[in-house]
């Protein structure tokens, strides 16, 4: 069975700090993807990152950084220098191939204050 | 280029009654899925259809259903409502492996 299990519930940090959202994920399949929404209070998901379990390449894109561990099923999300506008509900998600349905962690609420 | 599009943005009904959800896919996107935001149980998969045709299903009964529409557009129908349905219900729809999601509906049940 796929499990993706974000272990920080919430977290509150202070503007500047660097704060990393870990991942954690169970599945069977070789080929899968990995993916890192967020969800301001508006409610809508926005995409952040996708990753195939054939890529483990880090990435980074501004102040977000990823770390993608297929040793330790891990795909932790990295925010450098946080901003306030950063807060939000940080969901982690896998799929086991492409059009399948997402399996989403519970969600990690970051707060960051000024 | 609009995104994912969902109406109502709120929807308030009593318990036995029916609600009905609709969303609007990205112009080429095929596939929509419906997911369940309710409080304290996180994000779960309802439905997904693609090209008409429902292709999964998540652990719902079945008085959550739904169709897709020949433009691909998607409606939600949750028949027989109780108070546990109350929930933000997003759809999403994609075309390869990226889903983009709408900003869902707030489904009232009283």
């Known amino acids: 069975a796929q499990k993706v299990t974000q272990a920080q519930t919430e977290i509150s940090v202070v503007e500047k700090e660097d704060v990393t959202l870990d991942c954690v994920y169970e599945?069977?399949?070789?080929?899968?993807?990995l993916f890192w929404y967020k969800q301001p209070p508006s409610g809508e998901l926005v995409f952040l990152i996708r990753r195939n379990s054939f890529d483990e390449q880090n990435e980074i894109s501004g102040r977000y950084s990823w770390n993608f561990q297929k040793s330790t099923s891990s795909f932790n999300f990295t925010i450098t220098a946080s901003q306030v506008v950063d807060s939000a509900v940080y969901f982690c998600?896998?799929?086991?191939?492409?059009?399948?349905?997402?399996?989403f962690g519970k969600g990690t609420t970051l707060s960051v204050s000024s | 280029e609009a995104g994912v599009t969902q109406s109502p943005t709120h929807l308030i009904k009593t318990r036995g009654q029916q609600a009905t959800l609709r969303c609007s896919p990205i112009s080429g996107h095929t596939s929509v899925y419906w997911y369940q935001q309710a409080l304290g149980l996180g994000l779960q998969f309802l439905l997904w259809?693609?090209?008409?045709?429902?292709?999964n299903r998540g652990n719902f009964p079945p008085r959550f259903s739904g169709r897709q529409f020949p433009n691909y557009s998607s409606e939600l129908n949750v028949n027989a409502l109780e108070l546990e349905d109350s929930a933000l219900y997003l759809c999403?729809?994609?075309?390869?492996?990226?889903?983009?999601f709408g900003q869902g509906t707030r489904l009232t049940v009283v």
């Open positions: 259809y693609d090209e008409g045709e429902e292709r």
């Open positions: 998600a896998l799929s086991d191939q492409a059009g399948t349905a997402l399996i």
């Open positions: 999403a729809s994609s075309l390869t492996f990226q889903a983009f």
């Open positions: 599945t069977r399949d070789t080929t899968y993807y």
